[in-house]
């Protein structure tokens, strides 16, 4: 894996911002000033919960199996937070900077650490 994770966080964070400029602009808006305030914070404590608790069970020593595992929590992660902006800000648009750093990042972990 080696340098290919740091940059992987680097490349995931630039393209959310350039994303971000081009779709939405100045219009951003947070899950949290909508009526899904609640239902991130739990979510995201849960899917934190469940990670930690996946780690306990793997071989976190294996690279192949930490592979897996990124690509796993960043669908799972960024699909979550994607669902909530769709769903509470439909208007905005800013559903579709979350899905395309997904795809980004997706495609990033199959080639650079796959």
Known sequence: MGIAA???????SITRMIVSGLIVGGNKR?????????????GNILLIIISFSTLYFLDIMNPDVMKWFLLCALII???FHTFLEWYFMKESKQYKVSLITLVVGIIYTSIFIF
Do not use: H, Q
């Open 6 to 12: 740091p940059i992987f966080v680097l490349v995931v």
């Open 30 to 42: 947070k899950i949290s000033e909508t009526d899904g305030k609640y239902i991130e914070i739990f």
């Open 77 to 79: 992660i960024l699909g």
